[in-house]
Structure formats: structure tokens, C-alpha cells
């Protein structure tokens, strides 16, 4: 299940199957209307496993990507990742022509992603050749690479960046990536002790900021964007926005360093 939330509305989305079928029923419930509707066309995931944990929602269509486990033969379509999107509708606006559509990664990213050490996430971007879109990020062999998806239709990226971690200016030795995610056109990251961030558009390119120290100690650091959808509940509650806006004469480290250290120790 995974939240969506406009300026005056929120939805919740369900995915559920049976017998570990690879075609899934999805259910929304919608604040407006109070009820909870069974979309038309179900959910096709595919023959590996997605990571329904992380999905992301984009121009009203919901993406999730497979994981880099290698348990198919080559020959599959589904051999290599691959990203699942699905078009999120209201009840009796849907069109039944909205269907799951198969996007492949890039082919460079495709090479070694069966790797251990391979880890490969989709985030919100942002607007790209005029629309809103998605990126990936890749980390295999402590590289990061990034690519943005540029159209839909023929599933084509354009890489950004390809860094060595060690490339990075990390004062730390031999740094190990706990967790990583794209918030605001910077790679924000982890290490064991520390939060950074790493430009990835022309303003801060490749520039690495410090944030803050972190004292998770766990295999992996999950990041969870909240700004866009932490309220209060309830009839008549507001969004956070105008908080966030009230909050300008901050200064912006300041604001950054105390977004990021409630996401470590609440996530």
C-alpha cells in the first residue's frame, strides 16, 4: 500500500494477489469520495520480485522497480531489471486502455546487475524535456550512476553522472554507502557515520556537501521524503507547506540539517 497527496486530497493505493500470482488487483481509496474502488485492469509485476517498498509516483502513474537478484534464465524477458509502471486513476474516470507498461534501465545499467554488490533505485526527478519524470540511480562497485528517463514510450535514459565513490572528495577512508536517494536535484547519501550530498544538476554539479553526522547503526540507512506529505489528521487539517514556507528566514543548512536528522531516527 503507498500514499499519494495533492494541495486537497490523498488517496491510498493497495495492491494484493493470490497464490503468488504475478498479476495483482489494485484498490483506491480516495479522501473526496469516502470509498474505496477496484480498478478495472489489475497489475502485471512480471516474473521478479519489485521492491513495493519504494515506489514512485510521477504524472499520476505509479513505478516500481524489480530487484537485481538473479533467479530466471537468460532468455527471459525479465532476466535483467526492469521498472513496472500503472496509470493511478479515479473510479468511473478510468480508461480502459490503462494497462502496466514494461520500461526497460538503461543498457549500461543493465551490465553486472547481477552483482552483490549492485543496488539500483528509481526516484521523482522532476521536469525533463517539458514534463515531469523519473531518474535511477545505480551503485555497483562503490560507482555511483545516474540516468534520467527522457520518453516513455521507447524507454530511453540519458546518464547525468559516473562517479567513484572515492572520486567523491569524502575526507572518510575507505567510505561504505549505507543508503542512498535523490531529493531536490542532489544524491543525498549515506556512510556509516555520515549524511551527504552530491549535485547532480549545472547550479552544484558534482559538488559534495557534509549535512550531518548519523548514528544508525544498521547494515542499510533508508530515506523517507516526507515534506510533500507529513500533516497533521484529522477534518480541516493543512499541509505543512505553509510551515515550511514560514520557515524561509532560516538559514538553509540549518533547516537541511534538522530535515535530514529527523529521517534518520524515524526511519
Known amino acids: 500500500m503507498t500514499l499519494e497527496c495533492d494541495s486537497d486530497d490523498y488517496r491510498l493505493i493497495l495492491f494484493d494477489n493470490e497464490d503468488w500470482s504475478s498479476h495483482f488487483d489494485c484498490h483506491v481509496y480516495s479522501h473526496k469520495q469516502g470509498a474505496w474502488s477496484l480498478r478495472k485492469n489489475r497489475f502485471f509485476a512480471g516474473s521478479s520480485n519489485l ?5 514512485v509516483i510521477c504524472n499520476g502513474v505509479i513505478h516500481f522497480i524489480s530487484d537485481c537478484y538473479s533467479y530466471l534464465t537468460e532468455d527471459s524477458t525479465y532476466f535483467r531489471p526492469y521498472i513496472m509502471s500503472y496509470e493511478i486513476t479515479n473510479g468511473d474516470d478510468e480508461d480502459e486502455s490503462v494497462e502496466t507498461k514494461f520500461l526497460r534501465v538503461p543498457k549500461e545499467a543493465r551490465r553486472g546487475s547481477h552483482d552483490d554488490s549492485c543496488h539500483m533505485n528509481i526516484f521523482k526527478w522532476g521536469e525533463a524535456a517539458g514534463y515531469q519524470t523519473i531518474c535511477l540511480v545505480r551503485l555497483r562497485k562503490r560507482v555511483f550512476m545516474v540516468w534520467i528517463l527522457t520518453n516513455y514510450k521507447s524507454s530511453s535514459w540519458r546518464r547525468i553522472m559516473k562517479v567513484r565513490v572515492k572520486g567523491m572528495g569524502l575526507v572518510e577512508q ?12 542532489d544524491l543525498v547519501f549515506a556512510t556509516k557515520k555520515k549524511v551527504y550530498t552530491y549535485g547532480l544538476t549545472s547550479e552544484k554539479y558534482m559538488v559534495l556537501s557534509k549535512i550531518c553526522d548519523h548514528g544508525c547503526d544498521f547494515r542499510f540507512v533508508r530515506f ?3 515534506s510533500d506529505i507529513l500533516r497533521p ?6 499541509s505543512l507547506r505553509l510551515y515550511l514556507q514560514l520557515r ?3 538559514k538553509p543548512e540549518k533547516l537541511e540539517l534538522d530535515t535530514l536528522n529527523y529521517l534518520i531516527r524515524f526511519t
Open 51 to 55: 521492491k513495493f517498498d519504494m515506489p
Open 174 to 185: 575507505n567510505p561504505v554507502i549505507k543508503g542512498f536517494t535523490v531529493l531536490n536535484g
Open 224 to 226: 523517507v521524503l516526507y
Open 233 to 238: 489528521c484529522g477534518i480541516g487539517a493543512k
Open 248 to 250: 524561509k528566514h532560516d
